[in-house]
């Protein structure tokens, strides 16, 4: 069992940064890849970024999150981030944290658990 808490979301300019922030809980953090997935406003939730247990594969990302977008995590702190720059207006979402319990590389919804409430991020243009 994973318990996850997202924070760091916020309001901010097009062109901006944020840093979200997930605090995990659960002895068996570090066992587990880790993904951000966002939902925007009517539509369905979406992939974004996702690491593996031990960091020590290349991460991959969403089209929409590629070169802007950082994903990744401090086992011994429980913790995973997403480092956002250069940030659009259709950014705008709710940022997830979830464990993924499929395939490494997969985006599908459905392979994933154990979701946070979700933090809000807003940018203005």
């Known amino acids: 069992q994973v318990h996850l808490v997202e924070s760091g979301g916020g309001l901010v300019q097009a062109g901006g940064s944020l840093r979200l922030s997930c605090a995990a809980s659960?002895?068996?953090?570090?066992?587990?890849?880790m993904a951000w997935f966002r939902q925007a406003p009517g539509k369905n939730r979406e992939f974004v970024a996702a690491?593996?247990?031990?960091?020590?594969?290349?991460?991959y990302y969403a089209d929409s999150a590629k070169g802007r977008f950082t994903i990744s995590r401090d086992n011994a702190k429980r913790m995973v981030y997403l480092q956002m720059n250069s940030l659009k207006s259709e950014d705008t979402a709710i940022y997830y944290c979830?464990?993924?319990?499929?395939?490494?590389?997969?985006?599908?919804?459905?392979?994933?658990?154990?979701w946070g409430q979700g933090t809000q991020v807003t940018v203005s243009s």
């Open positions: 690491i593996n247990w031990s960091g020590n594969r290349n991460p």
């Open positions: 979830t464990v993924q319990t499929g395939r490494w590389g997969t985006v599908r919804t459905s392979d994933y658990d154990y």
């Open positions: 659960g002895r068996t953090f570090s066992n587990y890849n």
